[in-house]
């Protein structure tokens, strides 16, 4: 099974100056753990996972006033849709992180997480 097979293509894209509030109620809306970060000045493209921002409210940092791209991460590893789930699995496992942002041509077609995975080898597996 491979990567375009498992992908949300629903991608949440925020700017770096989104606060935390905001991207945590988009994600929450939206029902998805991270956000593309697209920096027009820069022209990166970047991660904001549920986990930053909880790291930024633990370490009591104001969600209203700390902005996204302070907390985002720009050396992303990149996945390609025709990647493999175990590609993809093993990169995660490898950078210690549970999204990856699945390119196409260098544009964001997609994320895929390690819940679309295993939503993906659960029925399989259970054959067994």
Known sequence: MLVRDAMSTVVLTIGPD????QAAALMS?????AAVVLDG???GIGILTE???L?????GEDPDRERAGAHTTTDVVF???AWTLV?????????GFRHLIV???REPVGIVSVRDIISCWAPVLSVR
Do not use: F, I
């Open 18 to 21: 989104h606060t935390l509030r």
């Open 51 to 53: 986990r930053d921002v």
């Open 79 to 81: 996945a390609a849709p």
């Open 55 to 59: 790291r930024s409210v633990g370490a």
């Open 41 to 43: 000045d820069t022209c």
């Open 103 to 105: 390119l196409d041509d």
């Open 29 to 33: 809306e939206r029902k998805v753990g």
């Open 87 to 95: 590609d993809a699995a093993t990169a995660m496992t490898q950078g």
